[in-house]
């Protein structure tokens, strides 16, 4: 396999075939990529302070419970975050396909 680098297109050949990728393109589809995954990000933060809140504001905290209730008590909403977080990622998650192209080549 050779690459080589020329005016913003990296040209990469190996036995079976040889193909262009332009810099811009790479470059625009990493940031739309790493745009999905802040915005899961925020997505999981906002999720788990409205649920936090809303188990607050509905119910009043014991207390003199043992600690691991409290651990429990707060910690429950934000797996629940967490597992609706990740569903959402999974079902938007796309990889880029040109970097999974030409990683396919390197990985020769």
Known sequence: ???????????????????????EELIEEATRHQVR???ILVFFVVLSVILLTM????????????????IGYFLTPIIISL?????????????????KRLNKHFKD
């Open 83 to 99: 597992f609706i977080s990740s569903i959402a990622y999974l079902s938007i998650r796309r990889s880029p396909k040109k970097f």
């Open 37 to 39: 995954k802040k915005k």
């Open 1 to 23: 396999m050779k690459w080589s680098y020329a005016s913003g297109k990296i040209n990469i050949s190996s036995d079976e075939e040889e193909q262009q990728f332009l810099l």
């Open 55 to 70: 188990q607050n504001y509905g119910a009043n905290l014991s207390e003199g419970m043992s600690i691991y209730f409290y």
